[in-house]
């Protein structure tokens, strides 16, 4: 458990590191989940020695959105006085996410068949 949790937080770490000495405006933990993530693809951290805390962190996620939560509660007033462009940006952005997603798999399925119909071997 000790290990699971030095490797994810040794990663968030390098991500502080890499915000502070850049200057980039990229949240400094996305930055550590993608050298994470960057560091499973190329196998040279193995699944099994962050899967239990990372299973522990996502089963109890809804846990550390309560914070931010209750600090909305502070700024209701002005949530209700933006509320029209809230909703627009949210929609909006969503239908976004769909058409852009939807578009990606596409793709990577018309891939997939040009590459079986070459005669490789799907994945």
Request: net charge negative.
């Amino acid at each position: 458990m000790i290990r699971q949790c030095f490797i994810i937080f040794a990663c968030l770490a390098v991500g502080e590191v890499i915000v502070w000495l850049t200057g980039i405006t990229i949240p400094s933990s996305i930055i550590g989940m993608l050298l994470l993530t960057a560091l499973l693809q190329l196998r040279a951290i193995k699944l099994e020695w962050v899967k239990g805390m990372s299973d522990f962190l996502i089963s109890n996620m809804g846990f550390f959105f309560v914070p931010p939560g209750v600090a909305l509660m502070l700024y209701l007033d002005l949530i209700k006085a933006e509320l029209l462009p809230i909703v627009v940006a949210t929609v909006v952005s969503t239908v976004l996410v769909l058409v852009v997603t939807g578009w990606i798999h596409q793709i990577s399925e018309k891939g997939e068949r040009v590459r079986t119909d070459d005669g490789d071997t799907a994945e």
